[in-house]
C-alpha cells in the first residue's frame, strides 16, 4: 500500500523527532546549566507564588532532557510526545497569561543563552513545536528509530 | 485509535525518573538551590553600617536624594534598554538585568571604588536586588538598592531625563 499522505511518511516523522529532540535536549541543557536564573524567569511570571518558584526549576528541565532524548531515538515515541505536548501547552498558556497581563519578561525558554520576549512570535513557535509533537503522538516513532513505538 | 497505544504507566514513569534525577542533580550540584525559595533580606543602610559593604544595603528615599545630592554616587538602572530609554533618573546609566552577563561585563568601565544606587521599578520588582548582587560577587563594595525605585522617585516629580 502506498503511503502519499507526508503524515505517514517515515522520513517526516524522522525529521520531526530530530528537530523537536535536538530543541528540547538544548533548550534543557541550557536551563540545567544555570537553574538560580531559570528560577528566576519562572517567578517573573508571577503565576505561582515566589517560594515554589524552584521546585519547577529544578525538575522540569530533566524532563525536557529525558523526553528529548527518547523522542530523538524513537524510544517510547508516543509516551514522550505526550509529556512534551502537556509542557508546551502549560508553557504556552504561561506566555499568553503574561502578554494579557501586559508583562514585558524574559521568556526563560532557553536559559542563559537566548533572551527572547515572552510575546506573539513565542507563542507561535510553540504552536508549530506542539504540531510536530501532536503528530509524533499520534502516529508515533516510524521505522527509524531504536525501538520501534 | 491512538490513545489506545499510550501507555500512562510508562508516561508517569518518565516523569518520576526525571523528577528523581532533577532532585539528585541539585542536591549534588555546587550550584543547586533550595527547594523552598527564600526571599532574602537586606540590611538597611545607616551611619552605623558604613559606606563598604559586603552585601548590597537598602537605602529609602530620603538617603536617595542625600545620595543624589552627592555627585560621586551613580545612580543604576537595572530596568530594561527600553523603559531607560523612556525615562530615568537624571544622570543613571543602564545595565539591564535581564541580559547581564557578570562571565563578559567589563569591570573597568565601572570604578569598584565608586558608590552606586541600583534601582528598578519599585517594590514590586526583584531586578535591582539581584543585579546588585552581580555586582557585589564582581567585587563592587559600596551598593546600595533603591527600593522605592523609579515609581516613588516620579511620583515626587524628582528629576529625571526622559525622551
Known amino acids: 500500500m502506498i503511503k502519499n499522505n507526508f503524515l505517514h511518511n ?33 517567578q517573573n511570571y508571577r503565576i505561582i507564588p515566589a517560594y515554589l518558584a524552584n521546585i519547577p526549576a529544578i525538575t522540569l528541565p530533566w524532563i525536557e532532557l529525558i523526553t528529548g532524548l527518547f523522542i530523538l531515538f524513537g524510544i517510547k515515541t508516543r509516551e514522550s510526545a505526550f509529556i512534551i505536548s502537556c509542557m508546551l501547552i502549560v508553557f504556552t498558556s ?48 516510524g521505522k527509524f528509530s531504536l525501538i520501534n513505538s | 485509535m491512538f490513545l489506545e497505544k499510550i501507555n500512562i504507566k510508562t508516561i508517569l514513569l518518565l516523569v518520576i525518573s526525571s523528577v528523581i534525577l532533577g532532585f539528585a542533580y541539585n542536591s549534588l550540584s555546587k550550584f543547586g538551590i533550595p527547594i523552598i525559595f527564600e526571599e532574602k533580606d537586606y540590611e538597611n543602610f545607616s551611619e552605623s553600617t558604613g559606606y563598604q559593604t559586603i552585601e548590597p544595603l537598602l537605602i529609602n528615599l530620603e538617603q536617595a536624594i542625600e545620595f543624589y545630592g552627592e555627585k560621586k ?20 546609566i543602564n545595565i539591564p538585568e535581564y541580559s547581564f552577563d557578570s562571565r563578559n561585563f567589563d569591570t573597568s568601565t565601572l570604578d569598584k571604588n565608586h558608590p552606586y544606587v541600583v534601582y528598578c521599578e ?35 516629580e524628582l528629576p529625571v531625563d526622559k525622551k
Open chain 2, 73 to 92: 554616587v551613580q545612580f543604576i538602572d537595572a530596568r530594561d534598554r527600553w523603559d531607560f530609554a523612556e525615562s530615568h533618573i537624571l544622570g543613571a
Open chain 1, 94 to 141: 504561561a506566555i499568553i497569561i503574561a502578554v494579557i497581563r501586559g508583562l514585558d519578561i524574559e521568556c526563560g525558554c532557553f536559559g542563559t543563552l537566548m533572551a527572547e520576549q515572552a510575546g506573539f512570535r513565542k507563542i507561535t513557535e510553540n504552536v508549530i513545536t506542539l504540531f510536530f509533537s501532536i503528530i509524533l503522538l499520534v502516529k508515533g516513532s
Open chain 2, 122 to 156: 519599585g517594590d514590586d520588582c526583584d531586578t535591582s536586588k539581584r543585579l546588585a548582587e552581580e555586582l557585589i560577587k564582581l567585587g563592587y563594595s559600596k551598593i546600595f538598592i533603591y527600593e522605592g525605585g523609579f515609581s516613588e522617585w516620579t511620583n515626587l
Open chain 1, 10 to 42: 517515515d522520513y517526516f516523522l524522522l525529521l520531526f523527532r530530530i528537530l523537536l529532540g535536538t530543541l528540547f535536549l538544548f533548550a534543557a541543557v541550557e536551563k540545567i546549566s544555570d537553574i538560580q536564573k531559570f528560577s528566576v524567569s519562572i
